[in-house]
């Protein structure tokens, strides 16, 4: 593929950061060398001696002697050599990535990160974006200083519809990609695996076509998928695009967050390496590279279970967030029938309820909700021109079983206060 159209003018720019490239060399030699390259600090003046971490299955490790040194030290932009190698495994484990061009990996302070630097990468102001109804608020707040063009896609229980994205695509032909002054789309951007904000799960045979639709248009996909680990159907994974890109037209979001902590900020993008490299180049003068500290305790957590042992983890995972996604409906049907409605999340955190009879959720959720000691995130933060919706993203990770019930009716409580106040 020929990416000059997907990348703005700052991308296309940069080049590489001379250290940076330089103290990626000397990594990768197999021979000893002196190094009176980098500015790095000597590891003898730091003060730690030992990290020592404790798993709850009693898996013990420590850092210490120079595996301490390496995860204290900087390292090469793209993230700690070994962890690439290690996450390079895992994606072909998991997808098989099938693109006949060369992929790589970046390591990033989670998707977030990742997202913003391609976005960074590939936007110009006033540029169409395609994507769903409602997006992940974090995309939404990267992407006003832009003030793109948002296509909505609509959507379903089943996710993304593919009859509706080829009507947005409706005014332009795919000969148009050729013109680069008349304005077409370049990027699709999905979460296509338990939505944020709507928890929906795109099918495999839509992925399929709006694959084949973005093969005729030229698009590129941006995948977002923090929550592929935590599918509550087990036996069999939603396939994911990168698993059907024979072009190199996928840049893969993945995360830790959700299965490892939130807390470590470690993601990866897994794309074509002519991207990837923009990236990379990215990485090198602004964060230099995602924390060694973090991706240091990451591999040696991978190691030890190996690739099973992760699978075996994350299933864990999914059957807690299943466990608690079936209270929160639980007390959904107790206490909000005949106020509320939604969809049934199959994987995710998150159940998206539209209030019946509201044009507006803002003031409820942001007004009258916390004066109950509750909080939702209204719908309008997943629009970009911050338009009325009635809709409510509640979260239900966290909460216990008497908080939700407890919450749930205070929530059904201030929803009809809100329609008495509003005479509905």
């Given amino acids: 593929m020929d990416y000059t159209r997907f990348l703005n003018e700052l991308s296309a720019n940069r080049k590489p950061f001379l250290l940076r490239e330089l103290i990626k060399r000397n990594l990768a030699s197999t021979v000893p060398i002196t190094n009176f390259c980098n500015g790095s600090p000597n590891a003898e003046t730091f003060p730690f001696k030992t990290i020592s971490v404790e798993l709850k299955d009693g898996v013990n490790f420590a850092l210490k002697g120079s595996k301490l040194t390496e995860a204290l030290q900087y390292t090469q932009s793209e993230g700690l050599p070994k962890l690439i190698k290690l996450l390079t495994d895992y994606q072909i484990e998991l997808h098989h990535p099938p693109m006949k061009c060369e992929w790589s990996i970046i390591i990033t302070a989670g998707c977030q990160d990742g997202l913003s630097k391609a976005f960074e990468m590939m936007l110009n102001r006033g540029d169409y974006v395609i994507g769903e109804e409602f997006l992940y608020s974090g995309v939404i707040s990267t992407l006003k200083p832009y003030n793109v063009k948002h296509i909505k896609v609509k959507g379903d229980k089943d996710g993304m519809r593919p009859d509706s994205l080829r009507d947005v695509l409706g005014k332009w032909s795919p000969e148009d990609v050729r013109n680069k002054v008349n304005g077409i789309p370049k990027l699709l951007y999905i979460v296509p695996t338990g939505g944020n904000p709507v928890g929906t799960t795109t099918s495999a045979e839509r992925r399929k076509e709006i694959y084949k639709i973005a093969q005729q248009y030229d698009l590129l996909i941006l995948e977002d998928d923090p929550y592929y680990f935590i599918q509550f159907h087990q036996n069999k994974k939603a396939e994911s695009f990168l698993s059907m890109d024979v072009d190199?037209?996928?840049l893969r979001f993945d995360s830790f967050s959700k299965i490892l902590s939130g807390g470590m900020r470690l993601g990866?993008?897994?794309?074509?390496?002519?991207?990837?490299?923009?990236?990379v180049f990215h990485m090198q003068v602004s964060q230099i590279h995602t924390s060694t500290i973090t991706q240091a305790i990451a591999y040696e957590i991978l190691s030890i279970?190996?690739?099973?042992g992760f699978n075996k983890y994350a299933q864990r995972t999914a059957l807690f967030y299943k466990k608690q996604r079936d209270l929160m409906l639980h007390y959904a049907k107790k206490w909000l029938t005949g106020l509320v409605e939604y969809n049934v999340p199959d994987c995710g955190l998150f159940l998206w309820i539209r209030v019946l009879g509201l044009k507006d959720t803002n003031h409820l959720a942001i007004n009258r909700c916390p004066k109950k000691q509750i909080s939702f995130l209204p719908g309008s933060t997943s629009t970009i021109d911050?338009?009325?919706t009635p809709f409510l993203r509640i979260t239900f990770s966290i909460p216990n079983e008497d908080q939700m019930n407890e919450g749930f009716q205070k929530l059904a409580d201030a929803i009809r206060e809100e329609l008495q106040e509003h005479k509905i």
């Fill in 248 to 250: 190199g037209r996928v």
């Fill in 268 to 279: 990866f993008v897994t794309g074509p390496k002519p991207l990837i490299q923009k990236l």
């Fill in 305 to 308: 279970w190996g690739f099973d």
């Fill in 386 to 388: 911050d338009s009325p």
